[in-house]
């Protein structure tokens, strides 16, 4: 089963809500509604309601098509996947990864990368950004600065960041269910808590 794609609806009651077509969801394609974006209309846009809301309040009923996407979250993403994920990236694109760009020779880079005392900076986080599809909206709180990696890409999320000039933290909204349930990606349509800059 693809964990994203589009799907045309069908068999949906009128009183189905959001979390019961996530449910289904979840059945058709392993995605735990949590885990799961979904969007409709063309382009598509966000669909964005509490779990009870009814779909056809959301202008959803059987026939429409929806995109499902998977929402990557950083509690589901292992480090070492990331490494990889990094170095994989500098090694197939040497025209951008030289060593002027990245300040030494790309086989000592990639060593230091893979360096589980490692994480790197700016490059890392561009190189993130791209693949996992989210805008990563960087608060440096020594010199007071932002910077946005991923900004005009059209990616529907939005993951904050402190960097504090050694490290850099993760800034979450608190789950319900303890600290594993804390949510660090937002809809870039959420306004009340993302704020376009």
Known sequence: NSSQGSIKLSGLAPDTTLLQLKQRLLQETGLTPDNQTLLSGYPPKLI??????LLTKLGIT????VTLKEEVTLAS???????FVRKDKILSDPSVYN????????DEYCAWIMDDKSWGGEIELSILSAHFGVEMLVFDV???SRLCYGEDQ??????FLLYDGIHYDAIAETGHRGPHSDKTLFSINDFVKVGRP
């Open 142 to 144: 020594v010199s007071m």
């Open 154 to 159: 059209g990616f529907t999320q939005r993951l």
């Open 48 to 53: 964005v309601g509490d779990n009870s809301e």
């Open 99 to 106: 060593p002027t760009f990245l300040g030494r020779a790309v």
């Open 62 to 65: 059987s026939g429409s098509v």
């Open 77 to 83: 993403t292992k480090p070492s996947t990331a490494t």
